[in-house]
């Protein structure tokens, strides 16, 4: 298929490098062209410019950093939007709020372009090795079209629902549970460290309990109180709690967890912490406790 | 070795079991006696009160309910911890405070008895098959001499430290994680059902995140608003955040997420649900966000 | 002085009155027309356009009901502020977020327009009273300009800095404070009431406490569960408490009380008290505690 | 009346004396005797034992710290209830735990003396002034004929029910919720401060708001981070949020405020600030807000 793919970062990167090596054809459009040239030598074609990139695709692949940066690229002053053929199929796989969502879909379906929510879960080393996990939504026909680009992307999907933004729901919500699990584990942390428990210690009782690597990974880096370099950077956590809290509020759910995680991140935002790992909102417990 | 063995409840039982199994004697003694006959045939001895138990034993074992439940025992009217030889270890099992922890340390500590705190993790199924994880500290030569008990229960030990309530302290701050998890997993599925994504797709997800049995079995239970027969009951869930509470503020260690917890178990406890599993916890968010 | 007026609501017309008493020319839009029309007979200009009110004024006032309103206005299609002459100052005097004042005073500066944010403590009664609290920031000299209009409103009026916004905060962080005073009433009323206590009596113990009308008169309505008619809707209890955690997430200041309103009063929302008055906030507390 | 007292501190000292003045007669005990030897020129017995204060009484007052001094000197080794005669009044007048109470009220029905509880509202100031306001529950009879004391005491009373424990959880809700107040005013000054407001200021439009001395007078030592000398030390205010937490959990009630305070109190215990006063409660939101 011949892929229009915007944004060629962390996770942008990796993916559009397997999805050349599923044989399909790739323009790709990135802000900062140094960031994308690489993708040259795998045989994607480097465009300067967003309508370069959609205009023919057949598919439309949107891998960027939040709200503003699709909002800008596809509905901005150059509308992007306008520039994709009729049946093209727009794959939004970036996190974004339910309310772009929901505004992308109408502006599609104004046009008559079939539409998909498919964030993904997983870091950049998971998106290099084919194993992140799909979270896809809209009409089954259309999922159905995208699924050799799930395929070549990823090691499965589920398939949320038939309205796109039930996949950002998904996602926000998962993330949500994530950070939690952060928090969590921090505060246990700080009560262990001032209990004189040897941290390391803990997290293999942590481990015996859920079997996980997710806990065994970030345990390991809140035990050892190592949040550099940033695998996901504590000023993206703070934003997929605001998603969180967004969604909550316009669905009228109550979340207190992610109220006690917004402040958590607020407060390490206010501490200079928003560009080491956001496994580091665990200091922020130990800080209240009175530990340095 | 000759084991004294107290509580012989739905955790105590499969764990005299296993320790009979591994050749050990035991004189058990439960408050409703019917429970332990059944240990009759399996070869221990059922005895009719405590002191029989703990007399001429090398070992005590105490697994009962709470804080009240060891402290009438031990240290009670008829203070069994008076008719223990002063050279027989206290292996203290349950989950218990850490201010009993310390008390039960300070009365063994003047009569030269050593003492381990070794609660353990794993609900009964895991102590049926000898899959426990057993969170140990005490002194390192007493805890070496457990060490054919620790393996006759379960599949490994941690050992935390040298102090015996910093078991007690890791169990709770475990528990607390634990529960954590499953206030995160309501919040979520919450948000998902007023989103009208079907639970159990949502558990597929967050599933493919954390490849966790803990998460899987509980968001099972979760997603299909299955609370009965309780694995462990709320009302005991409630205990243990309490445990977690009164640890933080002795320590002086905010933990905002148990507080929240607290809340919720209450709201639980206020509709009812003190006697269905713990992840019920789940309904009070669904309830909170209008969902019944 | 000859005074644009946008906005004739419930706290709108009365301080139209009072300008109108004081010897101030004023032209009012009002998008419901009929809404403002009683106003003519006092003396008013009621104009069936935006531009009508602001071309030629020496002050424009707007009184709208939130961001949206004032933004659309003021900056929308028909971009209202255009048609203010150069040397006219607007007064902001309704409840709005932080970063609409800052676009605001942004816009303002770059037509050389002088600006001025001014929200109002009170509720209409205290309006038609002349008893308003005026919050006021901006250059002083326009501000000492603004006397003549702050005396004619209220009773009093506080300068809380040289920057618009900064009254918007001040406003925000107010509102807040009396928002978290009638949730912790709320709680307490719950315990008390499953005392088996008379919330009234507890009530006459708190305003021997305060001292302080706001306790008495919300109180009262708390005590007797009696919400209807709304004298400020729960729906802008709310969106208010929004304002202030968008405040301090810009700010980077957790505020962990407004988070917990955020959700008790999302799920006042899900059990459909909207419309009611805000200190129905007081009704989840209740609900949670198992109460009907 | 002839009164056995205990406890002469900082509230019972002030009180004492105005029972002296309207002329009843005081036996005065206190555990530093030096404390209350000034009571003898006003006209006490100073003595060197409960008993000696409890003994043919007909009324006894108990002004203690905690909960352990007064179940230690009542109800301890030398247990003074066993001293006192059948038909003397206990008025308990401290700050104590409900379930404390109602082990009070069970330990005098079984002796058949009559038993009340009084919790006070005021600081060493009021008391001295005879401006206490007093929080009354028991059996009426009993407290019609503590009429003639509460009148020389304070200002007034309110009688919130027959069960003594109620005047005991209407002390503490109250207490709650001026603490709520407190830490309201926290978050709020922490927000103002980082948005460059004078905190003095903002004080002015809280107290045009609310036109409460408590405002007034704690939003002032809020704004000047003036926290000594302490007239209420931060470790008591986190042992009542202690109080209420207790008493929620015993009722089912959720208190989500005052979870939040407790953890704003155990941070501030956790930097060294448990001896100013309990107004510093604000430092913690200014701290977590990068403020120092």
Not at 167 to 179: E, G, M, Q, R, Y
Not at 218 to 232: L, S
Request: charged residues 20%; contains cysteine.
């Amino acid at each position: 298929m011949t892929i229009g793919f915007l944004g060629a970062g962390n996770m942008g990167e990796p993916m559009a490098r397997n999805l050349l090596r599923a044989g399909h054809q790739l323009r790709i459009f990135n802000r900062t062209r140094a960031r994308a040239a690489p993708l040259e030598e795998a045989g994607a074609r480097v465009v300067s410019s967003v309508s370069e990139a959609v205009i023919g695709a057949e598919v439309l692949i949107t891998m960027l950093a939040n709200d503003d940066a699709v909002r800008e690229t596809l509905l901005g002053v150059s509308a992007a939007i306008d520039a994709l053929s009729g049946d093209a199929i727009h794959i939004s796989m970036s996190t974004i709020s339910v309310r772009l969502s929901k505004e992308l879909a109408r502006e599609h379906a104004r046009r008559g372009q079939p539409f998909v929510a498919a964030p993904v879960l997983g870091r950049p080393d998971a998106a290099a090795e084919k194993r992140l996990w799909i979270i896809a939504s809209g009409a089954r026909a259309t999922i159905a079209r995208c699924t050799p680009i799930f395929d070549a992307l990823g090691r499965g999907a589920s398939i949320v629902g038939e309205q796109p933004w039930q996949a950002n729901v998904a996602k926000i919500a998962v993330n949500f549970t994530l950070a939690a699990a952060l928090e969590a584990m921090g505060e246990a942390t700080a009560l262990i460290r001032k209990s004189d428990v040897e941290p390391r210690v803990f997290m293999e009782v942590l481990n015996a309990l859920f079997g996980s690597l997710v806990y065994e990974n970030y345990g390991r880096m809140i035990a050892d109180r190592a949040f550099e370099p940033a695998g996901f950077r504590l000023a993206l956590g703070l934003k997929d709690v605001g998603l969180a809290l967004d969604a909550s509020r316009d669905a009228a759910v109550p979340m207190p967890m992610a109220g006690v995680m917004r402040d958590q991140f607020l407060s390490a935002v206010a501490h200079g912490l928003e560009d080491v790992d956001w496994s580091a909102i665990s200091e922020i417990a130990a800080r209240n406790a009175g530990l340095t």
